[in-house]
């Protein structure tokens, strides 16, 4: 019997995971990806799951942190994008931080290898054809205009932009390693044993006021709807951190707690600004947090401020980015369709999830789904006691909503979860106290989300084995 293709469009994080998927439950698939024919604002190659800003796909520990639960769920469902990072990774501290170059072209080669995937190099320029019956929509924050006029006309709802910021590069070589030093917050070690990821950057109290000075001053970039932009909190430019306090930096990316200046120990830092690992060969750093909206001109010369970055050479300035994403609560189904069309699945970024992972985890449920639905099995969502249950639940219903703007996009953490309550006291009978009680429910949290993610799979890897009805 021949199985007709799934058509992917979109070729970023979530559609490879997507193809991927589709094409490992043995469906072949056709994977339209509009770059190199057609550029979009932030890629720069036309590589497969290019990473547009950051390398980091975050911490990776399932005992303690959401984003690394999802890590661990995607690796047991055979990820190709975990799979990838895993093989590109470069030292982070407790973060899973990629080669970008060689990740994205490790993405490419598999997917061009596979036997079941047909890349075309197109953009799809409105809606996808009638006879395309079953399409996964993986066209990220940056779908291009005549698609997203397309969906919009389809939909009837309005689409939602804002301004995410993007984090400098530094060449390493320009970095004054006599006042800078590398350590990790805490020494803290990361999956490879490397305890000195980050390079480090002292202020005292005098440099940290000027810097803030300078922020608060500095040109930045002037944007229509300015006042409209829905920031959420994690993503925030570091001149407006700066506007809502002259401490908020300290306390958030500039904070210098855990870490010990090698050159002059007895000396504690005011301020610290890290910079993390960018490529392989260890030439690039990036700014960690730093992601602004100021003027290029204006940017390097108050980050030449920083101590250590008098002579810092720039290989990527900070900038803004557009974000486009459906009212999915209101528009998906459970299986991530479109209700008013259901041969249109959607999955990435532009569902209102929000990060390289989170994108990456619609993608391979979006995959699975359409996957075996073809094959006429179709697949329930996972358990909402799994992360990637509780992701796909919330934009696909479990946001409340409170009317026009109330949805916007959603990093996976504990919150999505069913709580669990958290032992007393420890297997000697100590009560545990307040950080060790959090602790205790994160590691519950973990243990009951991968038990239930096993229990589905086998689920449905019983019922792809029973005939199709
Ligand atoms: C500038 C920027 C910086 C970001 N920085 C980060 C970050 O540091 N960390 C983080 O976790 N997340 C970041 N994000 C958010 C998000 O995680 C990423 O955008 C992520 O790549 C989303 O994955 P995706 O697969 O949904 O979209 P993408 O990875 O953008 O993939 C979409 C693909 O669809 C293609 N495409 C678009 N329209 C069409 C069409 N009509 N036909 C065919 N192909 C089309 C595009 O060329 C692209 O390859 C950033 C987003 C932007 C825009």
Not at 55 to 61: G, H, P, V, Y
Not at 68 to 92: F, K, N, T, W, Y
């Amino acid at each position: 019997m021949t199985v007709k293709a799934v058509h992917v469009v979109g070729g970023g994080l979530a559609g490879s995971e997507a193809a991927w998927q589709i094409a490992q439950a043995g469906v072949p698939v056709i994977l339209h990806e509009m770059r190199p024919v057609r550029a979009t604002d932030a890629h720069q190659t036309d590589r497969l799951a290019e990473l547009v800003c950051s390398n980091s796909f975050r911490a990776d520990d399932w005992t303690g942190n959401a984003v690394g639960l999802l890590h661990a769920e995607m690796r047991r469902l055979g990820s190709l994008i975990m799979a990838c990072a895993d093989a590109c990774q470069v030292p982070a501290g407790g973060a899973l931080a990629v080669d970008r170059e060689g990740f994205a072209e490790a993405v490419t080669a598999r997917l061009e290898a596979h036997p079941l995937v047909t890349i075309a190099r197109e953009e799809v320029a409105g809606l996808p054809p009638a006879d395309w019956d079953s399409v996964v929509v993986a066209t990220g924050p940056l779908t291009s205009p005549a698609l997203a006029e397309a969906i919009l006309s389809l939909t009837g709802e309005d689409q939602l932009s804002f301004f995410d910021a993007i984090a400098p590069i530094v060449s390493f070589d320009s970095i004054d390693m006599d006042v800078a030093w590398r350590q990790s917050r805490y020494d803290k070690e990361g999956p490879g044993g490397e305890a000195a990821a980050y390079i480090n950057c002292p202020m005292d109290q005098a440099q940290y006021e000027a810097f803030v000075d300078a922020l608060l001053a500095g040109p930045k970039a002037e944007f229509k709807d300015w006042e409209h932009v829905p920031y959420f909190d994690g993503c925030l430019p570091i001149e407006v951190m700066a506007e809502r306090g002259r401490e908020t930096l300290r306390h958030g990316p500039m904070k210098p707690v855990g870490l010990t200046n090698a050159h002059k120990p007895e000396e504690k830092a005011y301020a610290v600004v890290q910079l993390r690992q960018d490529n392989a060969l260890g030439t690039l750093w990036n700014m960690v947090g730093f992601q602004t909206k100021l003027k290029h001109g204006a940017q390097t010369e108050i980050f030449r401020m920083i101590p250590g970055l008098e002579k810092a050479v720039f290989a990527r300035l900070g900038g803004l980015h557009r974000n486009t994403f459906l009212n999915s609560p209101r528009l998906l189904d459970a299986q991530l369709r479109l209700k008013a069309e259901p041969r249109l699945r959607f999955a990435g970024q532009v569902t209102g999830v929000e990060g390289y992972v989170e994108s990456a985890a619609v993608g391979l449920l979006a995959g699975r789904f359409a996957g075996a639905e073809r094959l006429g099995r179709p697949l329930a969502a996972p358990p909402p006691t799994t992360a990637l249950g509780a992701l796909v639940g919330h934009i696909t219903g479990g946001h409340l909503d409170a009317g026009r703007g109330s949805f916007q996009p959603m990093n996976i953490n504990y919150g999505l979860l069913p709580p669990l309550e958290p032992p007393k006291r420890d297997a000697d009978g100590r009560r545990l106290g307040a950080k060790e009680k959090t602790r205790a429910k994160k590691r519950m949290v973990g243990d009951r989300a991968l038990a239930d993610l096993d229990a589905w799979r086998a689920r449905s890897e019983s019922a792809a084995l029973e005939p199709a009805e």
